[in-house]
Each structure stands twice: as structure tokens, then as C-alpha cells.
């Protein structure tokens, strides 16, 4: 966590930087939050010079990665600094790095021989003379470590509201890291999703079409990494990512997606591509598919993809069920599915060399006498069926292609089969593999997964064994159940979906926000942070849960 020890930036000049906040405005986190300063919803061109701020991720004991973008007419040899103080007075770390637009004048840089635990300022500068604004970034520990701190997001689309839970986190100044678990960016055009209707008038993305070419995601990322909330997350903290689906397409997996469209989109390769490239380019991110990090002796955190990296094809109920035109029929074609092609043993999510190096890593933490294991990923892992008396409560006025699913969906749970094939649940093989890896490893098992716009809390199990626990966590701005079942009260939602499966303990189905967990030897405890609202700029919660799990027990206490 932040600690008492660390480094205090002392009053500065209030003139402001290259984003339009000042250094005070950056680094006085318990006062006013940066968050208040409008984006300007018309602007679209952002010009020369340092245009998005900076960011710093992968951070390591000795080492972490600085991000900013620096636009000139010319290739431009950038100054990096790193130092203990706000005034730079002793730079501890430093080198050079060219923004070109190959890159879309995007650099990352790798500062390393940094000391373990420690917070640091960093600033870019340029040959005009230009300085960026001032980041702050701190390193992991090493060795005995006693308590550790980070912030998780997922979810984040800009059409439907404020990046409040951001802004909350930025203010709050209690997390030594962040962590976010994809659908960073949304792909859709204007109006698609959210709708005309649902799109907050001062939230217009560009480009106004669906993204698809180089120019268009960068375009996209531009609009994004121009929100004052998610620059003052970036600037004041280290970030760990992993990309979801909207991150390249809708529902994506490595050779196509249910939102791109061969005919009129080009080869699903290309595409894939340039999504690859571009959050490589506007991300402070390694350009490693999966990655880990050793935080001291507490834990180790897998960074893993479940999207694109190797996942098949997901199943659809839909077309299991098509042609059948009764309920007893399409139940019969569900049950035989069950008992054949869902279970096939030869299906991946993570592709065999991403399996087989998590199962290592697993082993090499806890051969380590790491505390906790830990998966950044973005998919749910728990098992999810969709409640049977959910129908009987929606009445006639709902939506036909919502009654449709909900159809599909509850005559799946009847056959015994999940409501989401594109989280863990489409892929019951996979995950049996990753949690018998597990418990050969004796890992104490701590999954973090987005996706979904709701928060859970599973215990997981596998034949009958505890493997550990898993916490989602709700959506930055994304809508949930309560935007699509909006008859159901959230209470009622989250009763139902408790009573319908065994190993979930908790859910929200109704509130937007992040999450704060924090590590020490003992215990995990898991903090819900619910933000008031994302259609007005604010900082305050509406709200908050906690959850603990006692390490070594593999369960909750909810």
C-alpha cells in the first residue's frame, strides 16, 4: 500500500501541464480530483507536442516501463528521467527513446536498476525544451513482504458515461498498483452500443464508425487515453493489462469473432493485427502474449490470455437447439451436446503452450514460498447456469430477443449447461487442466476476472477438491443486468443467480465501480467499490462489500 515512507511531492507551481492539470492537481490525491476537468467532446485533432500525458506499467523489483506519446513532423529523440523526488534533483535512472510515427509517436521505455518497493516520479522531455507531465510509479517488492495493494478494473466504455471509478481510485491514493482486465476500448460505432438513446450527449468516440483499420483503432485509443480520469489513473500509478474481446472485436477468439465480418471487414488475421499493434502501441505494456510478476514473497501474478492468444471457437446454444421445435426436443439435442462435444478433451481456451506455462508457474510460485497465486485474466471461472425461475418473472413486457435467450438459456441449465459459453464455462476441459495444474502445484488460487459488467464471488472446486476463489468485478461504465432485465430488482437478480449455483456466494448485478485487494500472508480481502453514478462526473461511492479468503482455506467469507 501507499506507505507513510513514501515519497511526498512538496507544493509546486500550479501552471498547467500539456493535459490541462497541474502538478498539484496530479499529486495532491486526497484533495480535488483532476477527474472535474471536461473532455472536450469536439476535439478530435490533439496536435503537437506531449498529447496524452504518460503512463508506466509492467513493473518489476528492479524495473518498470514509462509510456507517452510525443507528436512532431519528424521523428523525435525523447529524454527519459526517472527520480525519488518530485524536483528531480537526483535521477536515478535515465535514457533516450525516438517517438516516430511508426509507432504513432508512441514510446515505451524500460528504466530498470531501480530499488524494490519504492515509489518514483518520472518525466519525458524533449529537444524543444517540452516537458511532459510528471508521472509517479513504484517497483514491486522483493523478499519478505507483509502487505500489497492494487486496484482492479474492467470494462471501460466511454459512449455510455464517466470514467468515475478511475477518478475514485486516483483520490483515493491507497494502491501501490493497477490492474485492468480488459475492454479497455469498445470497437463499436456510434450508436451501435451503446444506442442513440443511450449514449451520454458529451461522450462521442471517434471514429464514428465501428474500428477496423490501423488509423481507426488509433483514432479510438486517442479518444480514450484523452479522458482526463483514466490519464490521471495512468500518471499516478503503474498499471498490469490484459485485453478482452472489444479490445480487437466482439467475442473473439484467435481465427475470427462474432462482431467482424469477413465479406465487408477483410481477413480476421489482419485485423487481429492491427488490434495487437495498436494496444502494444498506445498501452504501457510488454509485448509478451503472458507474462508474470513476483510480488515479494506474497504472491505471483499470472498474467494470462483467454481471448485471442489460443481460444477455439465458442459454442453457441443456439445453433445446438436449431431445428428442433419443441422444448423436449431441443433439452434431448442439449443433453447429447452435453455428453460429446462440450466436454471434448482436445478444446482450448489458452492454447498448449500458454497451458503448459501457467502449470509451471504455478509450481516455480509456490516452490518459492510464494503466499498467493494469482490470475489477471478476463473471463469468468466459476460456474454460472442461469436460474430457472427467471422466466416466470418477466412477464409479457419484455423484449422478444431477449425472451429468445433467456429461452435458449434456461433450457440449457435444464440440460445441465452453462448460461455464458464464452467465459470458462464453454470450455469445461480447459479448465480442468488449469485447476488440476493448481492443486499439483498446491497453489492457493486467487482468479480475478472482468467481462460480465457484474461483480461475483465464487469458491471454485474440481471433483469435489477446493481450488481457491475467484472474485469478478463489476464494470467501469459498462451496463449490467439491470439495463436488460430492468423488471427483475437487483436484489431479486442476485438472490436468484446465488440460489441457482452452488459455488457462487455472492453478486451484484446493478452497480458500476472497481474493486481493492489487498494481500498480506493471512488473509486476502476484497473491497467492492460502487461509484454513485457514471452519468455525472463525481468521485463519491454509493457504496461498498467486503470479502475475505483466509490463505490456505480456498474459500470465502462473504
Not at 480535488?32 to 503512463?55: D, E, K, L, M
Request: charged share 20%; aromatic share 10%.
Amino acid at each position: 500500500m501507499i506507505k507513510t515512507d513514501a515519497p511526498h511531492p512538496p507544493a509546486s507551481s500550479d501552471t498547467p501541464s500539456a493535459t490541462g492539470v497541474s502538478r498539484r492537481g496530479v499529486f495532491a490525491l486526497a484533495g480535488a480530483s483532476a477527474a472535474i476537468v471536461a473532455t472536450p467532446s469536439s476535439a478530435r485533432s490533439y496536435g503537437n507536442g506531449f498529447t496524452h500525458s504518460v503512463a508506466s506499467g509492467e513493473p518489476h523489483a528492479t524495473r518498470v516501463l514509462l509510456w507517452t506519446r510525443f507528436v512532431a513532423d519528424a521523428d523525435t529523440m525523447l529524454e527519459w528521467q526517472v527520480s525519488e523526488t518530485e524536483a528531480f534533483s537526483q535521477i536515478v535512472s535515465s535514457g533516450e527513446i525516438n517517438a516516430s510515427a511508426e509507432r504513432d509517436f508512441c514510446v515505451k521505455a524500460i528504466a530498470d536498476g531501480l530499488t524494490p518497493d519504492h515509489w518514483y516520479f518520472y518525466r519525458f522531455t524533449a529537444p524543444d525544451g517540452s516537458v511532459s507531465p510528471i508521472g509517479r510509479t513504484r517497483t514491486l517488492p522483493e523478499g519478505p513482504s507483509s502487505k500489497f495493494r492494487f486496484a482492479v478494473f474492467s470494462c471501460a466504455n466511454y459512449g455510455f458515461g464517466y470514467f468515475n471509478a478511475y477518478a475514485h481510485a486516483a483520490e483515493a491514493n491507497d494502491v501501490d498498483l493497477a490492474v485492468h482486465l480488459g475492454d479497455y476500448i469498445y470497437e463499436y460505432g456510434g450508436g451501435t452500443y451503446p444506442s442513440a438513446g443511450q449514449r451520454h450527449p458529451d461522450r462521442m468516440v471517434a471514429p464514428e464508425s465501428e474500428i477496423v483499420a490501423l488509423a481507426d483503432y488509433r483514432l479510438r485509443y486517442a479518444t480514450y487515453r484523452a479522458d482526463p480520469d483514466l490519464q490521471r489513473l495512468h500518471q499516478v500509478l503503474p498499471m498490469i493489462a490484459v485485453w478482452d474481446d472489444h479490445e480487437s472485436a466482439n467475442d473473439s477468439w484467435k481465427d475470427g469473432a462474432q462482431n467482424h465480418q469477413s465479406d465487408s471487414e477483410g481477413e480476421w488475421e489482419v485485423r487481429k493485427g492491427i488490434a495487437k499493434r495498436v494496444y502494444r502501441e498506445w498501452m504501457p505494456v510488454s509485448d509478451e502474449p503472458y507474462a508474470s510478476y513476483d510480488v515479494g514473497d506474497l504472491a505471483t501474478l499470472f498474467r494470462i490470455d483467454t481471448r485471442i492468444e489460443g481460444r477455439d471457437e465458442q459454442f453457441s446454444v443456439g445453433k445446438v437447439i436449431e431445428g428442433q421445435d419443441t422444448p423436449e426436443s431441443m433439452v434431448a439435442a442439449l443433453t447429447e451436446f452435453r455428453d460429446t462435444d462440450y466436454v471434448d478433451p482436445a478444446r482450448q481456451l489458452l492454447g498448449a503452450a500458454q497451458e503448459t506455462w501457467l502449470a509451471q508457474g504455478l509450481s516455480e510460485s509456490t516452490a518459492r514460498g510464494a503466499t498467493w497465486q494469482v490470475l489477471v485474466q478476463q473471463v469468468l471461472m466459476g460456474k454460472l447456469a442461469s436460474p430457472p425461475a427467471l422466466l416466470d418473472l418477466l412477464g409479457g413486457n419484455v423484449p422478444e430477443f431477449i425472451r429468445r435467450r433467456l429461452t435458449a438459456s434456461a433450457l440449457a441449465s435444464q440440460a445441465g449447461l452453462p448460461l455464458n459459453m464464452d467465459a470458462w464455462d464453454g470450455y469445461p476441459a480447459a479448465r480442468d487442466r488449469v485447476f488440476e495444474s493448481a492443486l499439483d502445484a498446491d497453489a492457493n488460487l486467487l482468479v480475478l476476472a472482468g467481462d460480465t459488467h457484474n461483480g461475483w464471488a465464487f469458491d471454485l472446486a474440481h471433483d469435489g477438491r477446493r481450488v481457491g476463489v475467484e472474485l469478478g468485478v463489476c464494470s467501469v461504465s459498462s451496463p449490467g443486468f439491470e439495463t436488460y432485465l430492468a423488471m427483475v430488482p437487483p436484489e431479486q437478480m442476485a438472490s436468484l443467480v446465488i440460489e441457482a449455483n452452488d459455488e457462487l456466494k455472492w453478486a451484484d448485478t446493478s452497480q458500476r465501480g472497481y474493486m481493492t485487494i489487498e494481500l498480506t500472508p493471512t488473509r486476502a480481502t476484497t473491497e467492492y467499490r460502487f461509484t454513485s453514478g457514471i452519468r455525472q462526473r463525481s468521485t463519491q461511492l454509493a457504496g461498498t462489500k467486503v470479502i475475505t479468503s483466509e490463505a490456505g482455506s480456498k474459500t470465502l467469507s462473504v
